[in-house]
Structures are given as C-alpha cells and as structure tokens.
C-alpha cells in the first residue's frame, strides 16, 4: 500500500510552541476551568483578525449556536442560512427551535449568492439572522451581503470555520457580521484538537456569550439559575494549544496557497477542469483546494482514481436544502449549489504534504483526463 495522503490533519508548529503554552497550564496546575491561555488565546486572536471581543468555546457548532442566540433568535423564528455548506452552520438554528430558510450560491464565489438572500428577505422580511458561510477558505460578497442585511435590519452571522486568515477587500473574514464565529477543529486551518471562537465588537453580548457557555450561574453564593446554560467553555489546555497554533497560521495559509497554485499550474491545460474561484477582491486562506470538472469523468471517478492510491478526497458539501433532515424547509435559489455539488470535489490540502506527494495526486489526476 502506497503512503497516505490526507485532505487535511493537524500539523503542529515545528518550534513545539503549542507544546510550552500546554507546559505552562500543567506547571501551573491551572488545567481547568479557563485561565490564562484562554483570556490570551482570545485576546491573541481577536487582536489578529482586528476585532474588539472574543469568546473561546468547545466548538465552531457552538459558537455558532450562541451567536444564534446572541442574536435574539428564538422559537420558530427564520434564520436565513447558505445552502452549500456542512450542516453544523444548519443545526444549531434547530437547536433553538428556530425555522431555516436555505439561500442558494454564486458561481464566482462559491458562496451566498446578494440577489437571492434580497429575494428570501422580501418573503421573509421578519427573519431574525442570516447564516453567511466562507466556504473552503473563499470569502462571500461582503459588501453587498452586509447592506442588504443592513437595509432589512437583520444580524448577520459570519460562519468562518474554514476561514480564518482570509481577507475580504484587506479586512478578515468573521469580523464582518454582528458575529463571527471560528473553529479549530482538527481538519481546520489550525486546530486546537476540537474547538471555537465567537468574535463580536459588542462587548455586553460576548460576556453574555461566555455566560451561557459556563452553565449561566447568575451571580449569587448557592447555584442561582435565571436563564438556561450550556457547557461550552473552551478549557485552559486547549486554549494553550491554540495559542500555540496562532503563532504558525500566517505559514499554514502561506502553504495552503501555495498547494492551491500547484494544482491550479498542473491542471491548467486540461480544459474539463476548474479550480475553485480565488476573486480579485479577496485573499484565500485555500483551506481545501477545490475543483470542480464537466465531461464524461465525474467527481466520484476522481475520487475512487485517488483512493486506488490512497489518497483522500471528497465531493463538495452537499446543500442542506438536498439533505433528507432538511428538504421540508424552503429554499430560495436555482440550481448553483446543487451544480457545485454534482462537479465538484476537494483535493489533498494538507499543509504536511510535499510536492513530491502533491505530485503524485496530480499524476493520478492527469492520467484520467489522457
Ligand atoms: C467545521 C465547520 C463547522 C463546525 O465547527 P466544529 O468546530 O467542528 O464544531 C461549522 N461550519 C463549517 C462551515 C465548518 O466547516
């Protein structure tokens, strides 16, 4: 059996840094709860992408599903979500008993498409949030995302799981919205094994945030509860891990494009194949490089060519609005994300990859389109 070669695994810095911040807890014996990794990690972080507040959590799923609640959502309100994407930017909307709406996608962006999310707003013009997603490290339409949310009056949440690092017109992804959330699961950009972050520049829904993540104790001797609570703060360990990974993420993105612009070289003569759209008004962390193809070799052709090899690769996420939990719920577009999703595959992007290795997915490609 050949070597393995994976989409995407956590690949730690090389100066051990993530291992000292973990050290320091231990030392310390301030393993949990929070600590100073944890006040540090999002300081460091929000300082990075250049917003005010931050909250680190268990989990990019619940951040978001605090962000959802930070935003007023409630039962059976509308909550506006791209189609195209992983269901955790979906679900937390059903743990708050709220209803989605899914909003289809641009072909030049990948991602949510303004006319169609202008369109779900006429029809639902009382819609609580929308749930804008940076697919595969690509950044949506920013400006015109954020005056239509504007003009309706609705918050707008910034799901950027897989985003962290790319920039819209100079400006981070996530520091858009009224929320922005990350993760750091061990697929993402960075990992801190499992994790999440919400940023916000309101200061009262943050601490709010943080709150509801540590079981939502009011402030009283005995255990007083006047509202529900979660179990959703990140602990100290985690946060050293990802203090450490913070450091190293300015070279992931680097190897990431660099991956991106491999493939993009390797493929350009073969006019059945796309790489996925790096726009002018944008900078890509390239969390996956994607592509999608036309002709008669399909994506999961692609996919079995690479697994013979051992290679991992993966079809593009198919819409919520195609998935058998959530087709009862309305859907506003045509048939984009449906499209991406039927030509459409994510490549090895792991940052531990070497060319050599890089090469041999391209071969294995190539071959198929001889
Ligand atoms: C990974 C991911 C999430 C969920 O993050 P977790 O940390 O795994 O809970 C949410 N949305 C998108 C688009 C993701 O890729």
Redesign the pocket.
Known sequence: MKEKILLASPHMSKEGYEQEFVNEAFKTNWIAPLGPNVDNFEKELATLVGINHAAALV????A?HLALKAAGVKDGDIVLCQSL??S??ANPIMYERAIPVFIDSDMDSWNMSPKHLEEALIKYPNAKAVVV?H?YGLPAKMDELVSICKKYNVALIE?A??SLGTTYKGKYTGTFGDYGIF???GN?IITTS???MLVSNYEERVQKVRFWATQARDKARHYQHSDIGFNYRMSNVVAGIGRGQLKVLNERVLKKREIYFMYKEAFKDIKEIEMMPLNDFGFSNCWLSSMTIKGAITPIDVIVALENENIEARPLWKPMHLQPFYEKFDYIGTDVSEKLFNTGLCLPSDTKMTKEQQQRVIDVIRGLFK
């Open positions: 989990s990019g799923t619940s978001i994407t992983f955790a930017s997603v697919l799901d799981a897989e993760s750091f699961n993402k499992g994790g999440g």
